[in-house]
């Protein structure tokens, strides 16, 4: 089909229910056999924009197109777009061959057979065959949905949440499987999820949503180096925030006044405009050590800390150092056993690259972003 080579469109994507706005001003290109991410909390917009692109909302204003094909007001049907969705929506009455071939049987397609296996080996379910939806496991079904939305050679693969009904273990072991299916297809997928570890494991771009408008978007790595607000630093990952005075921006580096002592940040990661900021840091970008020890040669370092709390999680060990302006800071430490753990009330300098901190605009809000046990679930 030669819609799978074209590029999926969003111009200016605008939908609202009544007084509010679901998605606002949305526009972006998904590059044809990409992996593309929108992630974001509940509510933000991800899984009306990606029922606006399957047919099943219909925008406020805005166009849909895949290549130069306007889809905007296409019927679902009609549209080169398949969707897999959280609940798998099997046949329970008929064979997971059966179940995989429905779409090409229904459209006539001769030769459904063949493709039906090729279809089955490729999410690697071939000895299941003739089994039943219910005599498999979550991940298996899961499978199934998949194999029956890409058997009909979709341009473009929505896949809203596909993962949450699986335990962790399962989970992480989909996330490799869909990454290695979407590569060996290159099929365009468009995957939607509250889920960061999720987005960043499989997808090649994401789209940070936040109350209907993209906050950030890049390669996973580019997000969650070098933020551009707080909302992402927060959301991706964990980030310490630190209220700074900028004293010199002029340079490859801007230094900043932190709570009384310098620091420097790598220009590239400055995205504050007024003469305050938030100072950024990674938990496990910083590197805590005695007072006074000469072993890092970091051009940042910032003295006073107080270790107020210590957590041994197997892999790493998480500190919570208490500063002297009565915030605290999170170290995150890998375990790799070549140096003992500090105990509580352990008096640490804290250190780290200036090529790893990055400045946000002080006004906005540190909290923004911050996962809540609803938002994880």
Same mark, same amino acid.
């Given at each position: 089909?030669?819609?799978?080579?074209?590029?999926?469109?969003?111009?200016?994507?605008?939908?609202?229910?009544?007084?509010?706005?679901?998605?606002?001003?949305?526009?972006?290109?998904?590059?044809?056999?990409?992996?593309?991410?929108?992630?974001?909390?509940?509510?933000?917009?991800?899984?009306?924009?990606? %029922?606006?692109?399957?047919?099943?909302?219909?925008?406020?204003?805005?166009?849909?197109?895949?290549?130069?094909?306007?889809?905007?007001?296409?019927?679902?049907?009609?549209?080169?777009?398949?969707?897999?969705?959280?609940?798998?929506?099997?046949?329970?009455?008929? /064979?997971?061959?059966?179940?995989?071939?429905?779409?090409?049987?229904?459209?006539?397609?001769?030769?459904?057979?063949?493709?039906?296996?090729?279809?089955?080996?490729?999410?690697?379910?071939?000895?299941?065959?003739?089994?039943?939806?219910?005599?498999?496991?979550?991940?298996?079904?899961?499978?199934?949905?998949?194999?029956?939305?890409?058997?009909?050679?979709?341009?473009?693969?929505?896949?809203?949440?596909?993962?949450?009904?699986?335990?962790?273990?399962? %989970?992480?072991?989909?996330?490799?499987?869909?990454?290695?299916?979407?590569?060996?297809?290159?099929?365009?997928?468009?995957?939607? /999820?509250?889920?960061?570890?999720?987005? !960043?494991?499989?997808?090649?771009?994401?789209?940070?949503?936040?109350?209907?408008?993209?906050?950030?978007?890049?390669?996973?790595?580019?997000?969650?180096?070098?933020?551009?607000?707080?909302?992402?630093?927060?959301?991706?990952?964990?980030?310490?925030?630190?209220?700074?005075?900028?004293?010199?921006?002029?340079?490859?580096?801007?230094?900043?006044?932190?709570?009384?002592?310098?620091?420097?940040?790598? =220009?590239?990661?400055?995205?504050?405009?007024?003469?305050?900021?938030?100072?950024?840091?990674?938990?496990?970008?910083?590197?805590?050590?005695?007072?006074?020890? =000469?072993?890092?040669?970091? =051009?940042?370092?910032?003295?006073?800390? %107080?270790?107020?709390?210590? =957590?041994?999680?197997?892999?790493?060990?998480?500190?919570?150092?208490?500063?002297?302006?009565?915030?605290?800071? !999170?170290?995150?430490?890998?375990? /790799?056993?070549?140096?003992?753990?500090?105990?509580?009330?352990?008096?640490?300098?804290?250190?780290?690259?200036?090529?790893?901190?990055?400045?946000?605009?002080?006004?906005?809000?540190?909290?923004?972003?911050?996962?809540?046990?609803?938002?994880?679930?």
């Amino acid at each position: 089909m030669a819609e799978t080579s074209q590029d999926l469109h969003l111009e200016s994507l605008t939908k609202r229910f009544g007084d509010f706005t679901a998605v606002r001003d949305l526009t972006l290109t998904v590059p044809s056999g990409s992996f593309f991410a929108l992630l974001g909390p509940s509510g933000c917009g991800k899984t009306t924009t990606l %029922r606006m692109v399957a047919g099943l909302e219909d925008p406020t204003q805005g166009r849909i197109l895949i290549g130069e094909q306007d889809i905007t007001r296409l019927r679902p049907y009609k549209r080169p777009v398949n969707t897999v969705f959280q609940s798998y929506a099997l046949f329970p009455h008929l /064979t997971i061959f059966e179940n995989v071939a429905f779409g090409l049987r229904r459209r006539g397609i001769k030769d459904y057979k063949q493709k039906t296996h090729d279809m089955i080996d490729l999410v690697q379910l071939g000895p299941y065959a003739g089994r039943k939806p219910a005599q498999l496991s979550g991940g298996q079904q899961q499978r199934v949905a998949l194999g029956r939305a890409l058997i009909n050679e979709p341009g473009v693969l929505l896949l809203d949440e596909p993962l949450g009904a699986l335990d962790l273990k399962l %989970r992480r072991q989909m996330q490799i499987e869909l990454k290695r299916i979407q590569t060996e297809i290159e099929v365009t997928f468009v995957h939607v /999820t509250h889920d960061q570890e999720e987005a !960043m494991t499989m997808a090649d771009t994401i789209a940070v949503m936040n109350q209907g408008v993209i906050e950030q978007m890049g390669a996973p790595d580019d997000l969650y180096e070098n933020p551009v607000t707080t909302f992402v630093a927060n959301f991706l990952g964990q980030s310490n925030l630190i209220m700074t005075d900028i004293i010199d921006g002029s340079g490859a580096e801007v230094v900043v006044d932190c709570q009384g002592q310098k620091i420097g940040v790598t =220009s590239e990661r400055c995205h504050a405009q007024g003469r305050k900021a938030w100072l950024g840091i990674r938990p496990e970008k910083i590197f805590a050590s005695q007072v006074g020890e =000469s072993e890092h040669t970091d =051009s940042n370092v910032l003295r006073g800390g %107080r270790i107020s709390d210590v =957590s041994f999680i197997g892999v790493s060990t998480q500190y919570l150092v208490a500063m002297p302006w009565e915030q605290e800071l !999170m170290v995150f430490e890998q375990n /790799t056993g070549r140096r003992p753990l500090f105990k509580n009330g352990d008096n640490v300098d804290l250190s780290w690259s200036s090529e790893h901190a990055f400045l946000l605009d002080a006004d906005q809000d540190a909290h923004a972003g911050m996962m809540t046990p609803e938002d994880r679930e």
